[in-house]
């Protein structure tokens, strides 16, 4: 049996532990639907075996919430990050067609100077 962080004292079952890694991984993969039916099941079995009060499912629903908030905003966060990469990126990329431009704008001119040179010399 393993402890239930959020809620003091509620120890569970193997099954219960299983139904519990089953609505994580369906989380972290975007099946919802699968979550929910196992967090379901999870909270039936729960009840069931009298070891959890109306408080605790109420607290473990609100844990569950917050850790979906927090999943959906580093989801968020992950996008956001993506996006600022690609137009670091293109700004990049521009700052090196930019240089590209002045180098050769710059031999151009070397080249003209150094012609004046040698058409004046001789």
């Known amino acids: 049996m393993k402890d239930l962080g959020p809620v003091q004292g509620i120890q569970l079952t ?5 139904l519990m890694s089953q609505v994580a991984d369906s989380l972290i993969s975007g099946d919802h639907g699968a979550a929910e039916e196992s967090w379901k099941q999870l909270i039936q079995s729960m009840m069931s075996t009298r070891k959890l009060g109306e ?7 609100e844990h569950t919430m917050s850790v979906t908030g ?14 600022a990469n690609i137009e ?4 990049l ?4 067609q930019l ?3 002045i ?3 710059s031999k151009i001119l070397n080249d003209t ?10």
Do not use: F, H, T
């Open 14 to 18: 193997r099954i219960q532990e299983m």
């Open 55 to 61: 408080n605790d499912v109420n607290a473990l629903i």
């Open 70 to 83: 927090l999943e959906e905003k580093l989801a968020a966060a992950g996008n956001d990050v993506q996006l």
């Open 88 to 91: 670091l990126q293109n700004a």
């Open 93 to 96: 990329q521009k700052q090196q």
């Open 99 to 101: 240089v590209q431009l």
């Open 103 to 105: 180098s050769n704008v």
């Open 113 to 122: 100077a150094m012609a004046v040179i040698r058409k004046i010399g001789g």
